[in-house]
């Protein structure tokens, strides 16, 4: 199956990096992607990784990919509380399904 | 800057109302999205639409309907509003590679 897993909560201190961590099973995967959700909006897209990538910087944002571990992570520098969101790990696959995890509520404390 | 809109943001109804949630998209993309989202965060892919006329349930069984008529629009209907049904409704589109959602709609079905 096409599963995708993510723990359901984080919690950190201002100023602390999160990871968020991300496993899937299916291998066919294309595109990789984070999205971050918060109360009461729709899915912001934070940041994506092709497959064939391992890493990918993009400001506070780290995202890291081990295929063969079918493993993906969101490294957020120096947390803020405008952090506080859920975020969800999304894969793309070959046939252009999009699975989601079950999304990772970060709690960012002062 | 929004590109996919949805109406109405809330909506708190009776049971055995007629409803429709309307999503536009201003993209062109062919591919759209319904999602339902309980407050345990897990989005459920409920239907799906990859072009004009074309129309597919998605992963959770769901009493809605939807239609696509148009390539902008996508809307869903529920015939006989259920306090079941109450939850937060995404809609969402893509060309392929990624998923631009809309705000969603909060239904609250007394």
């Known amino acids: 199956g096409e599963d995708v897993e993510q723990s359901l909560f984080l919690s950190v201190r201002e100023g602390d990096s999160s990871v968020i961590n991300c496993t899937y099973t299916?291998?066919?995967?294309?595109?990789l992607y984070w999205y971050k959700q918060e109360p009461g909006a729709g899915l912001q897209l934070l940041t994506y990784?092709?497959?064939?990538?391992d890493m990918k910087q993009d400001q506070r944002l780290t995202v890291l990919l081990n295929k063969k571990d079918k493993h993906l992570s969101l490294r957020i520098a120096d947390t803020q509380t405008g952090d506080s969101a859920i975020y969800f790990c999304?894969?793309?696959?070959?046939?252009?399904?999009?699975?989601f995890g079950a999304g990772t509520r970060l709690t960012v404390k002062p | 800057e929004a590109d996919i809109y949805q109406t109405p943001r809330y909506l708190v109804i009776g049971t055995g109302k007629k409803i429709t949630l309307e999503c536009s998209q201003t993209?062109?993309?062919?591919?759209m999205y319904w999602y339902q989202q309980d407050p345990g965060m897990e989005l459920h892919l409920i239907h799906y639409?990859?072009?004009?006329?074309?129309?597919e349930k998605g992963d959770l069984s769901s009493e809605s309907t939807v239609s696509r008529i148009r390539t902008e629009h996508f809307p869903l209907t529920l015939e006989s509003a259920r306090p079941s049904h109450t939850s937060q409704y995404l809609c969402a589109s893509s060309a392929g590679y990624g998923y631009t959602f809309g705000s969603g709609t909060r239904l609250t079905v007394v």
């Open positions: 990784i092709f497959s064939n990538m």
């Open positions: 999304a894969v793309l696959y070959n046939n252009n399904d999009m699975r």
């Open positions: 639409s990859y072009g004009v006329n074309s129309t």
């Open positions: 993209m062109g993309h062919d591919k």
């Open positions: 299916d291998s066919s995967s294309t595109y």
